[in-house]
C-alpha cells in the first residue's frame, strides 16, 4: 500500500513540474480525489477473486478515486482529452482510463458534425456527467455503467451530426452518431462469470480484471479458460460498430438510444484461451428536470453475448431510476433503485452463470465550497450467482455498505 501512494506523489510531483511549463490559456486541467471511510460486510470483493459484486471488502480508509483530466485547444478545432487514474485495488495502480482526439471545425452551416478518435467511453448515460467520468451524484455507479467501466471502451472513431434547436429556434436539438472500433473482443466474458456488479472502479488500459476461480471456467473438461479478463484486447481483426440518437426538449429533458455491436467471431481465441465473445446491446437513457431542484434519470440496457459454439450464451438485462433533490444550495439527496439479470441459455449446463440482483443507494452531499465537498452513502446490494455453490458458497449474497467520502476537485 505504501508503495502506490508514494508512487502517485512521484506522479503528482512529475506532472506539477510538466503542467507549470504548458501555456495555461490552451491546456485545462482538473483534477478529483475520494477519500472514503468505508464500513462494510461484505466478504470477498471479485477484485480479490471473490464473489461479492462490490469493490470494498474491509473496512477503514480508502483513496476511492484520484485522476487527473487535461483537455488541450490546439487550434483549428482540433483539442484533446487524456484521463489519468490512481488505484490503490486492482491489477494496476496508475494508468490511463481515456485518450482522444475531437475535431469540430468551425461550421456556419445550422447543421454541425464532430469526429472523435482515440480510446473513450460512448455517451450512453447520463449518470457519469463529473470529471473523469465519474458520477457527481453518486460515489457507486449503476450495475450497467458498472460493467461499462470495466469492460467497454470504443478504441476507435465515432462521427456525429448535429443540430441546435436555438439556431432555427426550436425546443428540440438533436444528434446523431456512429462509430467503428477494435480492441473489445473479450467484451461480455466478465458480465457472464461474475454477473453484474456495483461499484466504482474504472478498468485502465493494458490491465487485468480477475473474478473468481470457478471451477467450470478452468477445467480442461469444461471451458479451460483463465479467471480473468483482458478487456481491451483484440482477437479477431474485426470492427465493432455502434449508432446512437439523442434528442432533447429545451433543457428540461434528454433521451438517448445506442445500439452497440463488436461483431467479434465467437470461435476465435488466444493462446491464452481467452474467447472473443459476440456481444449486442441496446441501451435507452432519460434525463428529466421534473422541477427546478428536483431531476429524474433512468436507464435501460437489454442485450446477449456469445462465445464458441453456444459454449457459453447468455441474454442480460439492467434498469435503474435516479431522483436527485437539491435540497439547498449546499446540499443534495439522491436515491438510486436498480434491477439486473443474466440468464444463460447454452450447451454448457455444468457452467451455470445464471446471476440476478437488486441494488438500492442513498446519497446525500455538502458542498463546502467549489473545491471541496462531503457526503455520505449507504449501498444495499442484494444478487444470487448459481456458479457460487461450486466455490461451496451460498447462491445468496447481501451486501450493506457505508461511505463517509471528502470529495476535493481542482
Not at 488541450?72 to 484533446?80: F, K, M, T
Not at 454448457?348 to 457526503?375: R, W
Request: hydrophobic share 35%; net charge neutral; aromatic share 14%.
Amino acid at each position: 500500500m505504501f508503495i502506490r501512494y508514494l508512487r502517485l506523489c512521484l506522479v503528482l510531483s512529475s506532472l506539477s513540474i510538466f503542467t507549470a511549463q504548458l501555456d495555461a490559456q490552451n491546456h485545462e486541467f482538473s483534477g478529483i480525489s475520494r477519500f472514503s471511510l468505508i464500513n462494510t460486510n461484505a466478504d470477498k470483493s471479485f477484485l480479490n477473486e471473490g464473489t461479492d459484486i462490490v469493490r470494498h471488502d474491509r473496512n477503514g480508509f480508502s483513496l476511492t478515486q484520484a485522476a487527473l483530466a487535461i483537455e488541450s485547444d490546439w487550434g483549428n478545432g482540433i483539442s484533446s482529452e487524456i484521463t489519468t487514474f490512481f488505484h490503490d485495488d486492482g491489477d494496476l495502480s496508475l494508468g490511463l482510463s481515456e485518450v482522444f482526439i475531437k475535431y469540430k471545425p468551425l461550421q456556419r452551416a445550422k447543421k454541425k458534425w464532430q469526429l472523435r478518435l482515440g480510446s473513450f467511453y460512448p455517451e450512453l448515460s447520463f449518470e457519469n456527467n463529473h470529471t473523469a467520468w465519474l458520477s457527481s451524484d453518486t460515489y457507486q455507479f449503476s450495475a450497467i455503467n458498472a460493467w461499462v467501466a470495466e469492460e467497454m471502451r470504443i478504441n476507435g472513431v465515432e462521427l456525429s451530426y448535429s443540430q441546435n434547436g436555438r439556431s432555427i429556434r426550436s425546443p428540440y436539438s438533436w444528434d446523431i452518431r456512429g462509430g467503428l472500433f477494435k480492441g473489445n473482443d473479450t467484451f461480455g466474458s466478465y458480465l457472464t462469470w461474475r454477473g453484474f456488479a456495483v461499484h466504482d472502479r474504472q478498468t485502465l488500459f493494458n490491465e487485468t480484471v480477475r473474478f473468481a476461480p470457478y471451477p467450470e471456467v478452468l477445467n480442461r473438461q469444461t471451458i479451460w479458460s483463465p479467471n480473468d479478463v483482458q478487456p481491451f484486447r483484440e482477437i479477431d481483426g474485426r470492427w465493432g460498430v455502434y449508432i446512437g440518437a439523442h434528442l432533447a426538449y429545451l433543457r428540461r429533458a434528454e433521451l438517448r438510444y445506442y445500439f452497440y455491436d463488436n461483431r467479434a467471431d465467437p470461435d476465435k481465441l488466444t493462446p491464452e484461451r481467452y474467447y472473443a465473445w459476440h456481444t449486442i446491446f441496446h441501451s435507452l437513457s432519460l434525463n428529466y428536470q421534473l422541477t427546478e431542484s428536483t431531476n429524474l434519470k433512468m436507464q435501460l440496457m437489454d442485450g446477449s453475448t456469445l462465445m464458441g459454439y453456444r459454449v457459453v450464451y447468455a441474454d442480460f438485462s439492467a434498469a435503474h431510476i435516479q431522483v436527485k433533490t437539491q435540497i439547498s444550495n449546499r446540499i443534495k439527496l439522491t436515491a438510486r433503485a436498480e434491477t439486473f439479470d443474466v440468464f444463460e441459455n447454452d450447451n454448457m449446463p455444468l457452467d451455470n452463470n445464471h446471476s440476478n440482483g437488486v441494488s438500492m443507494t442513498v446519497n446525500s452531499q455538502y458542498e463546502i465550497d467549489e473545491h471541496k465537498s462531503v457526503g455520505l452513502e449507504y449501498s444495499f446490494v442484494k444478487n444470487y450467482a448459481y456458479n457460487r455453490p461450486s466455490l461451496s458458497l451460498s447462491p445468496k449474497a447481501v451486501v450493506r455498505q457505508w461511505q463517509l467520502t471528502l470529495e476535493l476537485r481542482f
